[in-house]
Each structure stands twice: as structure tokens, then as C-alpha cells.
């Protein structure tokens, strides 16, 4: 009898929830990928988002091999162990000697599954307290936004910074940076109806916070930055703050791109500077691709910047199947694509 074979592996994410219906979506250009539905993603902020997996195995991880799997890089968190990832990055700590600190350790254990409501109390009384955490906190809000939408994150988020006293929002405050840093995706993503109001919200607190353009790394800048896009009061400082600008004339995105000072630490793999620039995309892959270090960042670009239709990325392809770490994908890329 042959062997049963396993259940594939399925990835969700509440992250594109509102569909049609965000606010991102009036952003579209039908065509730029290979599906419709990839086409709306992009516009709402594809592919800086988190996915669950189900059916995963390590879902069923116990005891020390979960204690070393929890908060590993991965592309999609498996379902069962999403809710210990987010305690666990947040309250993330090791002593001196490399062992976890018991609060860490605790952390992981509670299982508790993530409502909204209990979602919104966690980013409000745990993700904008002081207390110091040595995880991934970016990581912690992708994948809260994909347990119960964007809608819960992005208001809990208004709520928190609405709370903290100003002077955390003008200094670099290392609890409240990463969740500024969410903005803009997050008002892509958020429903139609209430993204208005929550933007609203956000200006009147920047307005308050006085946003002194010495600081360009303070919370309200970062606010400012998230906000405003091309009008902001310090220009960009990562690619992936560029790449989420929107109705934005060509011209200025690309003298922007030019005036970028991209290093390993700015460069990220961005598809979504597709729908901003054009084949000019491709091109700055294509001489900055080197950029991205290591063998997993340069497969994201094959397997992130594949889905786009535009000339230019054949050009790419072939260039990362020369001389690459991804020479394998980007090869079968270009089998897959011979036109």
C-alpha cells in the first residue's frame, strides 16, 4: 500500500480582508501581475505582509524543538503556534549566559488564541510599554494583522500613540518606532469607510508632536514620513518606506530613488515599486540586487519580482541566474518564461 500522502501546506491572512472594499485599492493597475488578484495585493502593499500556514507540521512542535523553532525567520507562521510567536517576540529576552528569560519562556507557553479585542489590548498595553524586548516587533504586528485584520491593528495602533506621552513620540523611542513604522501599510489595507477617520486622527497627533526636521528618527517623523510620503519633511530612508507611496507622478518617485542612499540595511525587496516606476523597477534590481546579501533575500526577489509582467524583469532573471545565490529560481523563471 502506498504511503499516505500529506495535506498541503495552506497559507491565509486576514492582512487583504477588505478586498475591493480598502482604501489602497483605488491604486489597482490591472495587468501588472499575473492575476487579478495579485494585482489588488499590490496596490494594498504585497508582499510586506504575514501569512499563517496550516497544516504545517511544526504546529505540533512541543518543549525544546519549539522553544528553538518559535521565533525563526519563516514566510508564513505556522497557525497553531501564531498566538505563542506574538508573546514570545514581544516579550523576548536572554540573560547573559544565552538562556531565555523566564518571562520569555512563560510567554511561549500561553496559547491563548488572539480575538480582536484581545489583539487591540495586547498592542495598546504590551507593544507600546516600555518594557524592553528583544524580538522582532515588525514581525509581532504582520502577524497580528494576520490573525484579525488590518482594521483592529491600525486602530489599536492610533490608540496607542494617541496614549503615549509626547515626549516618546520626539525621541527614538524603541517600543513605539516599529509600530510607527506601520502606518502606511496599514491605511492601504484598512477598510474604505474608516480609514478617513484614522488618518484623521493621526494628523492631529502629528500636528501635536511638533515634528522637529533635526529628527528624522524620532517617532513623529517616522509618523510624519508614513503619512505623507513624497510631501513629508524628511525624505525617505529605506526603500520600503518609498515603495508604499502612492498617486505619486513617476518622475518624482524615480528623482527620490535617486536621491535614496541604499545600503544592505534600506535595500529590501520591494514589488510594489512596480506600480510606482515601471519597468524602472527591474532596472534598479538590477544594478542594486548585490545589496541583498544572503541566499534567502535574493530568492524573495526572484520568487516576489516573478509575478510582475514588465519587460524588464526577464533582464533581471538573467542576470541573477549568472551570477546569483538564486541561480537555481531565477533559471526555472526563465524556463517558465521563455517569450
Not at 510567536?85 to 540573560?95: K, L, Q, S, Y
Not at 529590501?268 to 527591474?282: F, I, K, N, T
Not at 534598479?284 to 546579501?293: F, G, Q, S
Request: with cysteine.
Amino acid at each position: 500500500m502506498a504511503p499516505k500522502k500529506a495535506a498541503p501546506v495552506v497559507w491565509r491572512t486576514e492582512a487583504f480582508v477588505n478586498g475591493h472594499h480598502a482604501a489602497g485599492a483605488k491604486y489597482v493597475e490591472a495587468g501588472l501581475t499575473e492575476t487579478a488578484e495579485r494585482d489588488l495585493e499590490l496596490a494594498l502593499g504585497w508582499s510586506a505582509v504575514r501569512y499563517l500556514a496550516v497544516g504545517h507540521p511544526d504546529g505540533k512542535l512541543t518543549g525544546a524543538k519549539l522553544q528553538a523553532k518559535i521565533l525563526e525567520p519563516c514566510d508564513a507562521v505556522p497557525v497553531e503556534l501564531a498566538a505563542r510567536r506574538v508573546r514570545g517576540m514581544a516579550a523576548f529576552r536572554i540573560d547573559a549566559d544565552g538562556v531565555w528569560h523566564p518571562t520569555a519562556l512563560a510567554a511561549i507557553e500561553d496559547e491563548t488564541p488572539f480575538t480582536p479585542t484581545s489583539a487591540a489590548s495586547f498592542i495598546r498595553d504590551e507593544l507600546a510599554s516600555k518594557r524592553e524586548s528583544m524580538g522582532s516587533l515588525p514581525d509581532v504586528y504582520g502577524v497580528l494583522e494576520a490573525l484579525v485584520g488590518p482594521d483592529v491593528v491600525l486602530t489599536a495602533i492610533v490608540e496607542a500613540l494617541e496614549a503615549a506621552p509626547m515626549v516618546r513620540l520626539q525621541e527614538e523611542d524603541r517600543k513605539l518606532l516599529p509600530m510607527a513604522a506601520q502606518i502606511a501599510r496599514l491605511l492601504l489595507r484598512a477598510h474604505v469607510d474608516h480609514e478617513p477617520r484614522l488618518r484623521s486622527r493621526l494628523l492631529r497627533l502629528e500636528k501635536k508632536a511638533a515634528i522637529d526636521s533635526d529628527r528624522h528618527r524620532s517617532v513623529a517623523a517616522v509618523i510624519d514620513r508614513q503619512l505623507h510620503g513624497q510631501r513629508a519633511r524628511t525624505p525617505p530612508r529605506s526603500l520600503g518606506e518609498l515603495a508604499l507611496w502612492s498617486g505619486v507622478p513617476r518622475a518624482t518617485v524615480l528623482d527620490a530613488l535617486k536621491d535614496l542612499e541604499l545600503t544592505r540595511r534600506s535595500c529590501s525587496v520591494e514589488p510594489r515599486l512596480a506600480l510606482l516606476v515601471g519597468d524602472a523597477a527591474a532596472d534598479l534590481y538590477l544594478e542594486k540586487w548585490k545589496l541583498l546579501p544572503d541566499a534567502p533575500s535574493q530568492r524573495r526577489l526572484v520568487s516576489e519580482l516573478g509575478v510582475l509582467r514588465t519587460a524588464g524583469i526577464a533582464r533581471l532573471m538573467a542576470e541573477l541566474a549568472q551570477k546569483s545565490k538564486a541561480k537555481k529560481q531565477a533559471q526555472a523563471w526563465l524556463d517558465a518564461h521563455p517569450a
